[in-house]
Structures are given as structure tokens and as C-alpha cells.
């Protein structure tokens, strides 16, 4: 005899537990962002309006010919449709691969000085001079810092300078152990993982559905 009551329960149970799901993965997205947005050790590089309704966090590395790529083709549009709208915040952060990248990173931040907009310029111009055999040389380095007014002494005591350099490996360190952050580019959207160089369609999808109707 089949027993109605047994399975209306179960059937009760599973409904209850499928509408449980979406609550679950928003309250799971939530805990991300808030972990995401801790504030690392090096200082924020941060554009857009901080009332932003959608917070995107890129993590990259200088040597990465898809960050490369990305930030080419696809941040100018991001910017322009959605950064500079004030409908989204943006914040890139620094995932070196190896020490050519780190030295990298550290002499944007010295060229920046604190100031995101001429640290982005700078990663565009290091992106530009990327060169995917050798990844990244010193004579890069070099000449992206003489673009810049530095002397070769400065670089190369920037792109060493081993304060700055433990600050960098103690970001990573928590990127890759908090937030599994282990490819570039990779990306959190309000507490989204995104992994890889999506196209701008591909994150405008993302995006829209966060907007305030």
C-alpha cells in the first residue's frame, strides 16, 4: 500500500528544501563580499563611486597575457557603461605569478603614489609592453619607469623594495587562502566568483541583474 502521508512529507521536505537553495547561495555571496572587501595590507586601488550598487574586484598579475587582453578590450567598455556611470565600483588588486610580475606591481604603486587612476594607467602601459615569451625583463621595467620621470637607481629600488614586497605576498597570501584565488584574472561581483577573461557581454549578464530596477 503506498503510504500518501510518508510521501507528501517527503515531498514537502524537498520543495522546502529547493526554496531554501537561492537564500542559501545569497547568504554564501554575502559572506564572500564582506571578505573580499577587508582591507588588505597594501592601499586600496579603488575607481567609481563608493555608493556604487555593484562592487567589482579584479585580481591580476602583470605577467598574465589574459589580464592583458581583458583589460584591453574589455575594461573600456566596463568603464565607460557601468564605472564612470557611478553604477559600478572598481577595484584591482595585484595576484603576481611570479617575482617579475611582483616587481611590476611594486613600481606602478611607486609611479602612482597612492593615486588609482595613474596606477591603472601604468598597469595599461605594462600590459602593453607584455611580452608573452619573456613574460616580463628588467630592461620593461626599466623603461616604463623612465616613461614615468624615475632613474634606473629608483626602479630598481622600488621593484625590490622588500617592505612593499611582504605586503604584496601577505595580500596573496589571503587571496589565495580565503578567497581561492588561484588563476588571473579572477573576479568577485557583489560576492560572485568569476574565473577568467570574460567578454563584456558575458559580464554585463552579471551586472544587469544587480541594478536597481
Given amino acids: 500500500m503506498i503510504d500518501c502521508r510518508r510521501i507528501c512529507i517527503l515531498f514537502s521536505a524537498a520543495v522546502a528544501l529547493v526554496a531554501a537553495l537561492p537564500a542559501t547561495q545569497v547568504r554564501a555571496q554575502s559572506a564572500l563580499a564582506a571578505e573580499v572587501a577587508k582591507p588588505v595590507t597594501l592601499p586600496e586601488i579603488a575607481i567609481g563611486s563608493p555608493t556604487a ?8 598579475s602583470m ?22 556611470t557611478g553604477k559600478v565600483r572598481f577595484v584591482f588588486r595585484e595576484f603576481p605569478l611570479d617575482l617579475k610580475a611582483a616587481g611590476a606591481s611594486l613600481l606602478a604603486r611607486c609611479i602612482a603614489k597612492g593615486d588609482s587612476e595613474k596606477y ?3 598597469v595599461e ?13 628588467t ?32 595580500d596573496g597570501q589571503y ?19 568569476l574565473k577568467g577573461a570574460m567578454s563584456f557581454e558575458e559580464l554585463e549578464a552579471v551586472i544587469k541583474p544587480l541594478l536597481p530596477r
Avoid at 550598487?53 to 591580476?60: D, G, H, K, L, S
Avoid at 578567497?179 to 557583489?190: A, G, R, S, Y
Fill in 53 to 60: 550598487p555593484v562592487t567589482i574586484t579584479e585580481y591580476a
Fill in 139 to 170: 630592461q620593461t621595467l626599466l623603461l616604463i619607469g623612465k616613461l614615468n620621470g624615475m632613474s634606473e637607481e629608483e626602479v630598481k629600488a622600488c621593484a625590490t623594495d622588500q617592505e612593499m614586497l611582504g605586503k604584496l605576498r601577505a
Fill in 63 to 84: 605577467s598574465c597575457v589574459h589580464c592583458a587582453a581583458w583589460g584591453e578590450n574589455v575594461f573600456p567598455m566596463l568603464r565607460s557603461h557601468y564605472i564612470d
Fill in 125 to 137: 602601459t605594462m600590459y602593453k609592453q607584455l611580452d608573452p615569451l619573456l613574460a616580463r625583463t
Fill in 120 to 122: 591603472l594607467a601604468a
Fill in 175 to 193: 587571496a589565495h587562502t580565503t578567497l581561492k584565488v588561484d588563476t588571473t584574472p579572477t573576479f568577485f561581483v557583489n560576492g560572485q566568483v
